[in-house]
Nanobody, 123 residues
Framework: QVQLVESGGGSVQPGGSLRLSCAASGDTHIIKFMGWFRQAPGKEREGVARMYRGGDRRLYDPSLQVRFTISQDNADKLYLQMTNLKPEDSGVYYC?????????????????WGQGTQVTVSS
């Protein structure tokens, strides 16, 4: 089993920045990809970005790539740096892990999920 714990959410004004963190624990050696997803009220969960655990192979939602950056500082710690935040970026952000060798940004490709962290962008 893999456990994922997100942190770093909060409230910010439009144009502000936030950095989300995700700590993975447990049987992390089975993870191939880690990523970030988000879900706004009344909307479906959508993929934000993912990368290969311990490596690169970054993939972003094209509409977010300019403002969001996914990174790791070790194989079990994932980050999402968000800049120039807009009200439409508000929602719950989830860290996810996939054991598939070919995971993109579809939520059904990810086996493990964190509990989510709330991001609110409002003036």
């Amino acid at each position: 089993q893999v456990q994922l714990v997100e942190s770093g959410g909060g409230s910010v004004q439009p144009g502000g920045s936030l950095r989300l963190s995700c700590a993975a624990s447990g049987d992390t050696h089975i993870i191939k990809f880690m990523g970030w997803f988000r879900q706004a009220p009344g909307k479906e969960r959508e993929g934000v970005a993912r990368m290969y655990r311990g490596g690169d192979r970054r993939l972003y939602d094209p509409s977010l790539q300019v403002r969001f950056t996914i990174s790791q500082d070790n194989a079990d710690k994932l980050y999402l740096q968000m800049t120039n935040l807009k009200p439409e970026d508000s929602g719950v952000y989830y860290c996810a892990a996939s054991t598939s060798s070919s995971a993109w940004l579809q939520s059904n490709q990810y086996n493990y999920w964190g509990q989510g962290t709330q991001v609110t962008v409002s003036s």
